[in-house]
């Protein structure tokens, strides 16, 4: 079974880019993983998947400075041009045939 | 716009047990494979149990296994999930979330329910 790592936390300034690491346990390097945005006090919210590859799709209405990219075992989410609203939990899932997991979550502070 | 809404949470003591339902509008319900996960207070999602379009195959966390029950009724567009012999770590907001077909990640989550386990 997979395990996701992420950073507890993250900060960035208001108008700067972040990027996100969530990292894929050894021998699972090729697969695919969501990334979920939560605000606070409200539900999770599907951002986008990234592949192997570094090809990512985004759910429709994700504002462009959201990005996903790849290496090894590392997924990324990046956010360019940082606004107050991006200040959220920032979760990264993936599957196999009979169980899902997380990671344990990112905080993003914005400055 | 997929429309997920749970609803049958609530405060139940240990031991006792609760069934929640999330009701799917504005999609073609049976077609998709679903799933419920968990969040305890100040703390990450947990996946909790999922089952395919058709209801006949499904997977249960370990956490949850032998305890919680996940179904479907195609007929209603709704997914249950019955949750027997509780316990005060089982203590979370509850969330219905439908699962992509082409790629099978989560894609669209309800608004959680909560349930508390309490003496």
């Known amino acids: 079974q997979p395990v996701l790592t992420q950073s507890s936390s993250a900060s960035a300034s208001l108008g700067s880019s972040v990027k996100l690491t969530c990292t894929l346990s050894?021998?699972?390097?090729?697969?695919?993983i969501a990334w979920h945005q939560q605000q606070p006090g409200k539900a999770p919210q599907f951002l986008m998947r990234?592949?192997?590859?570094?090809?990512?799709n985004k759910r429709s209405g994700v504002p462009d400075r959201f990005s996903g990219s790849s290496s090894g075992t590392d997924r990324y989410l990046t956010i360019s041009n940082l606004q107050s609203e991006d200040e959220a939990d920032y979760y990264c899932?993936?599957?196999?045939?009979?169980?899902?997991?997380f990671g344990g979550g990112t905080k993003l502070t914005v400055l | 716009e997929v429309q997920l809404l749970e609803s049958g949470g609530g405060l139940e003591q240990p031991g006792e047990s609760l069934r929640l339902s999330c009701r799917a509008s504005?999609?073609?319900?049976?077609?998709?494979?679903m799933s419920w996960f968990r969040q305890a207070p100040g703390r990450g999602l947990e996946w909790v149990a999922s089952?395919?379009?058709?209801?006949?195959?499904?997977y249960h966390a370990d956490s949850v296994k032998g305890r919680f029950t996940i179904s479907r009724d195609n007929s209603k567009n709704t997914l249950l999930l019955q949750m027997d012999s509780l316990r005060a770590e089982d203590t979370a907001i509850y969330y219905c979330?439908?699962?992509?077909?082409?790629?099978?990640?989560?894609?669209?989550w309800g608004q959680g329910t909560l349930v508390t386990v309490s003496s």
């Open positions: 089952i395919d379009n058709s209801g006949y195959t499904s």
């Open positions: 504005a999609f073609t319900f049976k077609t998709y494979a």
């Open positions: 979330a439908r699962i992509w077909t082409a790629v099978p990640h989560t894609d669209s």
């Open positions: 990234v592949d192997a590859s570094g090809s990512y």
């Open positions: 899932e993936t599957w196999d045939t009979e169980t899902r997991v």
């Open positions: 050894s021998g699972h390097s090729n697969f695919i």
